[in-house]
């Protein structure tokens, strides 16, 4: 049993979310309904760490592959394995999920089961993207997990919903077209869907031009790189609370992680052509994302607008073309799932007692709710990048990466790291200091058990990986040197 489980762990860990899915079909009783989902996403939380405890640090290349014909005619496979990449963002896809259900336990009142059968949707086919070998399935479900967002936002969102669902979707197509276009041109010329057999295959200059840039807009789009990322603080803002986590915790990463698996190690020649201007754009990004992010005053749009700004970083070490710049990229993209999913859960937990997300209705709340704005007060300045907090080590290591390249965006970067200073610390203070400004704000509870058990492991993760990163540095490693020794030569 303990065999058939090692060998296919992956298959496991992709069916379980759609074996939930099925058993909620006959669950009825709402109490039911969560603890279905709560013991479906929590298994795969277990078996996520068993991967990861028999993940062979020392092994380089993939693991846990499995691959069995699906459509031969076409050459097309069920193939999927890890290597220290996608590893990370394994584990990232099967911690948020529960935190997601419990969340969600009292703030959705109606087609709660479809919710969860959403979340559920979202955890299934996300493990599918960051373990997938072939590229067809690769496509396919990145497509899939555009269709439970969509509705997440649409019937369970803001008052402006409608219009933000459509513009994800819009969004979302025109990057899932031109992924589509660039997968279909590596496909006719390499004449496989296999991914790692597409890096080993020879391109003219002209067809890797086209290929490259169709790619990199489409993963640019989901990321979102300026000038693509308009669609993000409207879906932010108007998704419910689980639709912003799993959109900022993970969804956003399928983006980075397409950079990294396709573009980087297939086209290392145009991804160098590309460098300068991805590497201008980055640090844009960065500043205009913490100077939004410093004027508003919707507490979600104040953290999807850092998430522009931290999404900045990954591309900037993404495109510094060495280990330092690029394992700094991938350890960014885990804790921003942390910190940010972490700041949209509290934000959500304020907005379920009072029904306002404006920093002006709230002040003082250090005096009615001490354990919420410890919480708070944690992940802002994790948000920033403090020192022994998760998001410091992937900005450390990102800034030393792109330090080779040029100091200009070492300093540029560094301004937004200020500027993210400076707009956390000072929500903080107009929501946690001084005197309530409103009757509903003198008047709120502190977090209950459920609500401390949703952020709790949140805020041990962001701890932990900022005081001792050695494992999941270790964990990439050899990854990372495999896809930065594919750039060397040019």
Avoid at 341 to 350: D, N, P, S
Wanted: glycine content about 8%; overall charge negative; proline content about 4%.
């Amino acid at each position: 049993m303990s065999s058939l489980i090692t060998v296919h762990i992956l298959s496991w860990m992709i069916a379980l979310p759609f074996i939930g899915m099925v058993a909620l079909a006959f669950v009825h009783d709402r109490r039911w309904v969560l603890l279905t989902t709560l013991a479906t996403t929590l298994i795969n939380v277990g078996l996520a760490l068993y991967l990861w405890m028999s993940f062979d640090l020392v092994e380089n290349g993939l693991q846990f592959v499995e691959r069995m014909e699906w459509m031969p005619t076409f050459g097309i496979q069920y193939a999927v394995g890890v290597d220290g990449i996608s590893l990370l963002l394994v584990l990232l896809t099967t911690f948020l999920p529960p935190l997601c259900v419990l969340g969600s336990w009292d703030s959705i009142t109606t087609r709660l089961k479809a919710f969860m059968m959403l979340i559920l949707l979202v955890e299934g086919a996300m493990l599918v993207v960051f373990t997938a070998l072939d590229a067809f399935l690769f496509f396919m479900m990145w497509e899939v997990t555009m269709v439970p967002m969509y509705f997440m936002i649409v019937l369970w969102g803001g008052p402006n919903r409608v219009a933000a669902g459509l513009k994800y979707v819009l969004y979302s197509l025109t990057g899932s077209l031109l992924l589509l276009i660039g997968i279909l041109g590596l496909s006719l010329q390499a004449g496989t869907f296999d991914i790692q057999s597409m890096a080993e295959h020879s391109y003219s200059q002209n067809s890797e031009f086209w290929i490259f840039l169709a790619l990199f807009l489409g993963f640019a789009i989901k990321l979102p790189m300026l000038p693509f990322h308009t669609w993000l603080p409207d879906a932010h803002s108007e998704a419910p609370t689980a639709g912003s986590v799993l959109l900022a915790g993970v969804l956003l990463k399928m983006g980075g992680y397409g950079l990294i698996r396709f573009c980087l190690p297939i086209f290392p020649e145009m991804a160098h052509s590309f460098a300068p201007v991805v590497l201008w754009l980055s640090v844009t990004a960065i500043l205009y994302g913490g100077y939004m992010a410093l004027a508003q005053t919707d507490l979600k749009r104040l953290v999807a607008y850092s998430s522009v700004s931290h999404m900045g970083f990954v591309t900037l070490g993404i495109f510094s073309f060495n280990n330092e710049g690029v394992e700094g990229a991938i350890l960014q993209m885990v804790t921003h799932g942390l910190t940010t999913g972490a700041m949209f859960l509290i934000v959500g937990q304020l907005y379920d007692r009072t029904h306002s997300r404006e920093i002006a209705d709230y002040g003082g709340l250090q005096q009615r709710m001490p354990r919420f704005v410890a919480i708070l007060s944690l992940f802002a300045v994790a948000s920033f990048g403090l020192p022994t907090t998760s998001n410091f080590i992937g900005e450390f290591l990102i800034l030393v990466g792109v330090s080779y390249e040029n100091f200009v965006f070492v300093a540029l970067a560094m301004g937004g790291i200020v500027l993210g200073a400076a707009y956390m610390l000072w929500m903080l203070q107009r929501v946690a200091f001084g005197q309530p400004r409103t009757e509903a704000a003198s008047k709120l509870t502190d977090l209950n058990v459920r609500e401390m058990l949703t952020v709790t492991p949140l805020a041990f993760a962001v701890v932990a990986i900022g005081v001792y990163p050695g494992p999941l540095l270790k964990a990439m490693d050899s990854s990372v040197t495999f896809v930065v020794e594919r750039l060397a030569g040019f």
